[in-house]
C-alpha cells in the first residue's frame, strides 16, 4: 500500500486512506498499524541530516506512514508495522522538502531495512562552498532491500563511485545522471546481476569500461555517455544480449567497432556519437536488425558506405553519420529504410551524385548532405524542397547545382547554386560539358555564400540533432 501523496492528488489520497482505514477497522476493529519506534526515529533523523535539523517533523507528521504522509516517503506494511521502502529527497514536488546547505548521510538512513528506493534530485549543488562525497562504507546494510537507487542534477556531489555499491545485489536501476563524480568505474559494478537500468551519464569519469560490465546480462538501458572514458570497448560487451539502448556518446572511446557489437540483436538505440572509434563501418551493422537509431557521428570512421545492405534496418528512425569521414557515393540501398525520418550525411567525403530515391522515403524529415564533394544536379522535386525547407542541407558542396527555372526563389535548396548553362562539367552524365571561365566565378560565389550560411546551419541542424537526441533521452528515463 503506497502512502505517497503528491499534490492536486492529496485529497483523493485522504479519501482512499479513510476508505481504506475503514476498512480495516471494519476487518478487524484494531487501529491503524504503528510504526516501530526505531524505524520512526532513524527516519526523522535521516531527513534532518538532508534538509537540517530545524526540521523536525515529529509534530507536525506524527505517524509519517499513516495519516499524516511525509512527501516524499512512501512506506509498506511488514509484519503488521509500518516501514519506510521509498525515499525521495530533493524538489522534486512543490511541497517537498527543500535540501540544506550543509548535508550528511546519517547512519540512520542505513538503518531504513526494508528501504527498497532511494533517490536523491537536485540536492547538493555546491561544488565550492559544500562538496559532498557518497560514503563509502555502510551500503551493504541495505544490500537486502535496495532495488533502486539515484543521484541526479547534484554539481556538488564529488569524488568517486563508492565501491560498496557492489554490494547492493538486488539493484535493478542504478542512476548517477549529471553529478560531478570523478575516478574509475569499479569492477565490482559488474556484481550487480539484478540491474536492468544502469545510467552514469554526465558525470567526468574516466578510464576504461570495466570488462565485468559484461556479466551485467539482464541489463536493458546501458548508458555512460557524456564523460571521459577512454580505452578500447570491452569484448564483453557483446554479452549484454538483452540490452535494447546504448548511449557511449561524447567520450574518448577509441578502436575498431568489431563486430561484438552486432551481438546485440534487440538493441533499438545505438549512440556512440563524438568519440574516437576508426576502421570503418562493417556489414555487421547493418545486421542489428532492431536498430531504429543510429547514431555515429564524430567519429575517425573513415572508409565507405556502398557495399552495405543498408536496407535490411527496415526499423531504422534515425541515421546520423555526420562528421566521419566517409568516402565514396551515397548509396541507394538508403532508400529502401521506409522508416527513416533524419538522415545525417553531412560532413564527409562524399561524391558523386544525390540519389533523386531519397525523396520518395515516405516519412525523411531531414536530410543533411551539407559539406561533402557531391556533383551533378539536383534532382529533386519543387514539393520536395518545399516540405523539407531548412532541413534540406545541401550547402558547401561546390560542384552541386539545381535545375534554374524550374524552381521558385523561396523552394531553392538553401547555399546550392542554380545550374547554368555551360556549368553542369562536373555531372557523371554523358552530357557533361566544359564551360568557359564560369567554374571559378561560380565556385568563387558559392564559397562565400556557402561560408556564411554555414553557421547559421550549422547551429540550426546541431539545434535539430540535439531536439532528437533529448528525446530519444527523455524516452530513456520516463
Ligand atoms: C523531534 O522532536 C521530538 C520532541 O520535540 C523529540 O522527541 C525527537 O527526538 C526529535 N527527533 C529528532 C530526530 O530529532
Ligand atoms: C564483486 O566482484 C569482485 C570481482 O569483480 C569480487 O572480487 C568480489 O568478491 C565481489 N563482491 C561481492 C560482494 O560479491
Ligand atoms: C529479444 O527480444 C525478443 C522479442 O522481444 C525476446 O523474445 C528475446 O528474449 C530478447 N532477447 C534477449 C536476449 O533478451
Ligand atoms: C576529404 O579529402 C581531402 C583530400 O583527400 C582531405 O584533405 C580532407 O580532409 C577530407 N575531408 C574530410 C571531411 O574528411
Ligand atoms: C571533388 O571532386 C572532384 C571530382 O569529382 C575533384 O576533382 C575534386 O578535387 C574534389 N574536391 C575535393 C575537395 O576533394
Ligand atoms: C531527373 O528527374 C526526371 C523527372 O523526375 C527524370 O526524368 C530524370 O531521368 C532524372 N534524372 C536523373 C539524372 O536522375
Given at each position: 500500500m503506497r502512502m505517497l501523496l503528491r499534490g492536486s492528488h492529496f485529497i483523493l489520497g485522504v479519501c482512499i486512506l479513510c476508505l481504506g482505514v475503514w476498512c480495516c477497522a471494519q476487518a478487524d476493529s484494531t487501529d491503524a498499524a504503528p510504526m516501530e519506534k526505531a524505524e520512526q526515529a532513524a527516519l526523522y533523523s535521516a531527513i534532518q541530516g538532508f534538509v537540517g535539523d530545524w526540521w523536525n517533523g515529529s509534530d507536525l507528521y506524527p505517524d509519517p506512514c499513516g495519516w499524516t504522509p511525509i512527501q516524499g516517503v512512501s512506506c509498506d506494511i511488514v509484519g503488521g508495522q509500518w516501514y519506510v521502502t521509498a525515499l525521495s529527497i530533493g524538489p522534486v514536488h512543490d511541497n517537498s522538502l527543500g535540501c540544506a546547505t550543509k548535508v550528511e548521510f546519517r547512519a540512520q538512513l542505513f538503518q531504513l531495512k526494508h528501504l527498497k528506493s532511494l533517490t536523491f534530485f537536485n540536492c547538493f549543488i555546491s561544488p565550492r562552498r559544500h562538496p559532498v562525497t557518497i560514503p563509502d562504507d555502510k551500503w551493504e546494510k541495505l544490500a537486502g532491500s535496495l532495488e533502486l537507487l539515484e543521484f541526479r542534477s547534484?554539481?556538488?556531489?564529488?569524488g568517486q563511485l563508492p565501491t560498496s555499491f557492489g554490494y547492493l545485489f538486488k539493484l535493478q536501476s542504478l542512476v548517477l545522471l549529471e553529478n560531478g563524480l570523478t575516478g574509475e568505474l569499479p569492477t565490482n559494478i559488474g556484481n550487480l546481476t539484478n540491474l536492468n537500468r544502469l545510467v552514469l551519464a554526465g558525470n567526468r569519469f574516466t578510464g576504461q569500461i570495466p570488462d565485468s560490465f559484461g556479466r551485467l546480462k539482464k541489463l536493458l538501458i546501458l548508458d555512460l555517455s557524456r564523460n571521459s572514458l577512454s580505452g578500447h570497448l570491452p569484448f564483453a560487451l557483446g554479452c549484454l544480449t538483452s540490452l535494447l539502448k546504448l548511449d557511449l556518446s561524447n567520450n574518448h572511446l577509441e578502436g575498431k567497432l568489431l563486430g561484438d557489437i552486432a551481438y546485440l540483436k534487440n538493441l533499438t538505440l545505438l549512440d556512440l556519437r563524438n568519440n574516437k572509434f576508426s576502421g570503418g563501418l562493417t556489414q555487421s551493422i547493418v545486421e542489428m536488425h532492431s536498430l531504429e537509431e543510429l547514431i555515429l557521428s564524430r567519429n575517425p570512421l573513415g572508409g565507405d558506405i556502398m557495399s552495405l545492405e543498408w536496407q535490411s534496418l527496415q526499423n531504422l528512425v534515425i541515421l546520423d553519420l555526420s562528421n566521419v569521414g566517409l568516402i565514396g557515393e551515397i548509396p541507394g540501398s538508403l532508400s529502401g529504410l521506409k522508416r527513416l525520418r533524419y538522415l545525417g550525411l553531412g560532413n564527409n567525403n562524399l561524391t558523386g551524385n544525390l540519389p533523386p530515391k531519397l525523396a520518395s522515403l515516405p516519412t525523411l524529415n531531414a536530410l543533411y548532405v551539407n559539406g561533402n564533394n557531391l556533383t551533378g544536379v539536383?534532382?529533386?522535386s519543387e514539393d520536395f524542397y518545399g516540405k523539407m525547407v531548412r532541413r534540406f542541407g545541401a550547402w558547401n558542396n561546390p560542384n552541386l547545382c539545381y535545375p534554374f527555372g524550374l524552381m521558385t526563389a523561396t523552394n531553392a535548396p538553401y547555399g546550392v547554386k542554380p545550374c547554368r548553362r555551360g556549368i553542369t562539367l562536373l555531372e557523371p552524365n554523358s552530357r557533361a560539358k566544359l564551360g568557359d571561365g564560369n567554374l571559378n566565378q561560380n565556385s568563387h560565389f558559392i564559397a562565400s555564400l556557402g561560408f556564411s550560411s554555414y553557421r547559421i546551419h550549422g547551429l540550426w541542424q546541431f539545434f535539430l540533432v540535439d531536439t532528437s537526441i533529448t528525446v530519444l533521452l527523455l524516452n530513456l528515463f520516463l
Open positions: 547534484h554539481q556538488g556531489l564529488i539536383l534532382n529533386f
